[in-house]
């Protein structure tokens, strides 16, 4: 695919990042890409490679090689090269739902793969993808495209993140009559309200509903399942049911202080955030700030980063971050061979925001956090640190992280984010639906499938899963609906 040498002859050239010092002033996404012609000269760096790893979404070593969705990759490279846009876009389309958000999101297993980057820089898959859909979307491509035929059959999906959103979206195209009930007041779920506006503007997600509406698809807001709205109406009301409500219980950390005022989840800090900032620019005061103040963050993950811009943005005094793990390598080990998911330092938007601020990487590894130190009136004031080592357990074998006596630290802490996880859905949508659970929490079903223990009850995304990608979420989506598509009409023509 592509120009046969194109490989050779271009260099990978990506979308530029407005300077640090400047995107931290707004919530902005902050990247400009590329004009056409540069664009197309990134498709032609496609090579032709005879085995394209980076559509294969094989799992090596644990981790995912390549896209989980199976994108064509290489087709739409190559049509991206020779501007055959439309086709490109339908061929995407083809794979993937929301290429509006993946092309924004997506941490790219598929550039991880590519061939171009065992000796030399991957193909700017991603960039492809973006120059994609939003090339659609401003010539009327991607333009409301209501089904021809309905059927009688409706149903209903819990939850409207990225797999509720694909497996409604499916379902709507096959022409069933399909109904999303989302339990926050704005659409989108893990999108709306659990990525930052820096990473995703929500007018990409509202543009996408209002295609999605024009297309039929009904959203109710406002709608917590087995609270305010009752199961035995969704089960009397609808032929069949998906629940996909994310693994939204956090994981916590038990030490000493926990209690304290001025510690809270990541994700009702990032939430606040957005809220505030979509409800009034942040003028109403109605989010967790971080202005003045020291940070810290738990955890070294995407949402630990979504942490460290946003306070960037707040304005705080400092900020560091902690990282159980030892700080990974800079180039691939010997152990961690293409085309596996490489396990190399990366430093991300909102570290980069912090080293320009305050002059050194947030990050600190192989530390967790003791003992928090609380003030007269109950508000944390500081953390007592403690380093971490690597030791092999002498029962089980297995290789875990232990405290290094001695090696306790005072740091100032006024403001704590705990990004450390989750683990699992939560358990009133579970307990009301009367649906299993496995030991992982995680809704219960046979391997590969989607269906619960309760009749015409099916599950997806992270609620089944676990916690995950949005890729992944949406492959879920994807292939719940050809299950509830066969359920429901005895065969299934979904893709």
């Known amino acids: 695919m592509g120009k046969p040498t194109g490989f050779l002859e271009y260099e990978r050239t990506a979308s530029e990042a407005t300077a640090p010092l400047e995107r931290i002033k707004n919530f902005n996404e902050f990247h400009t890409f590329l004009g056409e012609e540069e664009q197309r000269m990134q498709g032609a760096r496609c ?8 559509q294969s979404g094989m799992m090596i070593g644990g981790m995912v090689s390549g896209c989980p969705l199976n994108n064509l990759c290489p087709e739409w490279n190559d049509l991206v090269y020779t501007g055959t846009w439309d086709q490109a876009y ?3 389309k083809k794979t993937n739902s929301f290429p ?5 999101v997506c941490p790219a297993p598929c550039e991880a793969a590519c061939t171009c980057g065992l000796n030399g820089d991957p ?7 973006h120059a994609i859909i939003e090339r659609a979307y401003a010539t009327g491509k991607a333009a409301p495209r209501p089904p021809k035929v309905r059927t009688e059959k409706r149903i209903a999906v819990v939850g409207s993140g990225p797999s509720g959103l694909a497996a409604a979206d499916q379902l709507n195209r096959r022409g069933h009559n399909v109904t999303v009930f989302e339990r926050e007041d704005r659409v989108g779920g893990l999108l709306m309200y659990g990525i930052p506006n820096m990473k995703l503007e929500k007018q990409i997600i509202d543009r996408k509903i209002d295609v999605m509406k024009a297309e039929g698809v009904t959203f109710v807001t406002g709608a917590d399942i087995g609270n305010n709205y009752k199961v035995s109406r969704l089960k009397r009301e609808f032929d069949s049911v998906i629940l996909a409500c994310g693994a939204s219980n956090p994981r916590d950390i038990q030490v000493p202080g926990r209690d304290a005022e001025g510690i809270y989840f990541a994700v009702d800090f990032l939430k606040a955030t957005t809220k505030s900032l979509l409800n009034s620019g942040l003028e109403d005061g109605n989010f967790i700030s971080a202005k003045d103040k020291h940070v810290i963050v738990i955890g070294g993950g995407d949402t630990g980063n979504d942490c460290v811009g946003t306070s960037i943005r ?3 005094a400092s900020i560091t971050q902690l990282e159980m793990m030892p700080k990974p390598p800079v180039t691939r080990a010997q152990n961690n061979t293409w085309p596996e998911w490489p396990k190399i330092l990366k430093t991300d938007y909102g570290q980069e925001e912090a080293i320009a601020v305050f002059g050194s990487d947030p990050r600190v590894y192989q530390t967790t956090v003791k003992e928090f130190v609380k003030n007269e009136s109950g508000q944390v004031c500081k953390a007592i640190l403690i380093s971490l080592v690597s030791q092999k357990d002498p029962e089980s074998g297995r ?6 006596e001695g090696s306790e630290r005072e740091v100032p802490a006024d403001l704590v984010l705990i990004a450390a996880g989750f683990l699992g859905s939560q358990a009133y949508v579970a307990d009301a639906f009367g649906v ?3 030991a992982r929490t995680n809704v219960a079903t046979e391997p590969g499938h989607y269906a619960t223990n309760v009749e015409k009850v099916f599950v997806a995304g992270d609620m089944h899963r676990g916690q995950s990608l949005v890729v ?9 609906a050809k299950e509830v598509d066969q359920f429901l009409m005895g065969y299934t023509n979904l893709a």
Do not use: Q, Y
């Not at 090579?47 to 980076?54: A, L, R, S, T, Y």
């Not at 509006?100 to 924004?104: A, G, K, M, N």
């Not at 193909?123 to 492809?128: L, P, Q, R, S, Y």
């Open 123 to 129: 193909v700017c898959i991603k960039e492809n993808e």
């Open 47 to 54: 090579m032709d490679c005879g085995v394209p790893f980076c």
């Open 472 to 480: 992944w979420a949406i492959h879920e989506g994807r292939e719940v």
């Open 314 to 316: 707040h304005g705080c």
């Open 90 to 92: 339908n061929r995407l």
């Open 436 to 438: 299993e659970l496995n």
């Open 399 to 404: 290789m875990s992280m232990v405290p290094v």
């Open 100 to 104: 509006e958000f993946t092309s924004r």
